[in-house]
């Protein structure tokens, strides 16, 4: 991190603990709560999968069979592709906010800010548009990888779940998660390999895709929203002078201070006597003195009266 970027995070005002803490599980309960209270819709909920998978031929998208296909053809690769769908979500996202929170303060609070805004537009969509994911809709023809292979974070019949709705679906929390935790990576740190830090939302779309979690259409809407948070909330001042953007593809502070030389006194300045030296084929002023012709001034010369010493005679 250059210089500029480190001053304000330094003296930044770390928000106290206690607070974060109760803040960040109260959100967490509150969606748990929102996502239980949209339970029930069953046929709402199938009956908007049969419009989106519809919808997404329709436009052409690619088909996610395509990307299970990839992940059936090993059993390691799809037991893999199961576990890093459970297991990643929650605690990359909670890896994050602690870094932020212990190293970044203004990017914690950013970030915070951010996560809680995506996420309470997605309770919204939950409740308003209840959606089954591809595995549960015939149409598709696609594998419960999680029932088939393991492990799964789902029952096996929606209607029993009672830790998560599974009519959830729309939009991938798991992509915009992902998607943010990228992004306040790279906003946050200064090394040359944070970019890499792309490929973690990039793996986490081929696994809820693979696992016929989500539809593409799912992961487009979480981007979109994830935008327009971002849009809204900015930056803090102190960190982002020039916009975001501006923050992601920074412009590199220059190496050394432009060395500005003194004068030397081998160089005269305009103003110095120097400047204004003869010039070695002009006449000096001795010899313009001796050229001159003389000028006779006339005078009256009075002879001064003699005096005789005394006793003198006369």
């Given at each position: 991190m250059n210089g500029n970027m480190r001053e304000p995070e330094q003296h930044a005002v770390r928000?106290?603990?206690?607070?974060?803490?109760?803040?960040?599980?109260?959100?967490?309960?509150?969606?748990?709560?929102?996502?239980q209270l949209a339970n029930g819709h069953t046929a709402e909920a199938f009956h908007n999968a049969d419009h989106v998978w519809s919808f997404e031929r329709g436009v052409h998208l690619p088909g996610e069979g395509a990307v299970q296909d990839v992940l059936l053809s090993?059993?390691?690769?799809?037991?893999?592709?199961?576990?890093?769908?459970?297991s990643v979500h929650f605690p990359a996202t909670i890896a994050l906010l602690v870094?932020?929170?212990?190293?970044?303060?203004?990017?914690?609070l950013w970030t915070r800010r951010v996560l809680a805004a995506l996420t309470?537009?997605?309770?919204?969509?939950?409740?308003?548009?209840?959606?089954?994911?591809?595995?549960?809709?015939?149409a598709t023809h696609l594998v419960d990888t999680a029932q088939v292979y393991g492990p799964s974070v789902y029952a096996a019949k929606p209607a029993t779940d009672t830790m998560a709705n599974q009519f959830a679906a729309m939009p991938s929390l798991h992509f915009?998660?992902?998607?943010?935790?990228?992004?306040?990576?790279?906003?946050?740190?200064?090394?040359r390999w944070r970019w890499?830090?792309?490929?973690?939302?990039?793996?986490?779309?081929?696994?809820?895709?693979?696992t016929a979690n989500h539809y593409w259409l799912d992961t487009i809407v979480a981007t979109l929203l994830l935008g327009a948070a971002l849009a809204v909330i900015r930056l803090p001042h102190a960190i982002d002078t020039t916009g975001f953007w501006r923050h992601l593809f920074p412009v590199p502070a220059p190496t050394s201070t432009p060395h500005i030389a003194e004068p030397s006194a081998a160089t005269p300045t305009p103003w110095a006597p120097a400047a204004f030296r003869t010039p070695p084929d002009a006449l000096t002023a001795a010899d313009v003195l001796a050229a001159a012709?003389?000028?006779?001034?006339?005078?009256?010369?009075i002879a001064a009266p003699h005096t005789h010493p005394a006793g003198a005679a006369r």
């Open positions: 928000p106290p603990l206690i607070r974060e803490l109760l803040l960040v599980v109260g959100l967490f309960l509150v969606y748990k709560l929102g996502r090993s059993d390691t690769l799809v037991h893999a592709a199961n576990i890093y769908y459970a870094f932020l929170y212990l190293r970044r303060p203004r990017h914690y309470a537009a997605a309770l919204v969509l939950h409740l308003t548009f209840p959606l089954a994911p591809p595995r549960l809709l015939a915009g998660w992902a998607l943010m935790v990228a992004i306040g990576l790279v906003a946050a740190t200064r090394s890499l830090w792309l490929l973690h939302p990039l793996f986490t779309l081929a696994v809820i895709v693979g012709t003389p000028t006779h001034i006339p005078a009256e010369l």
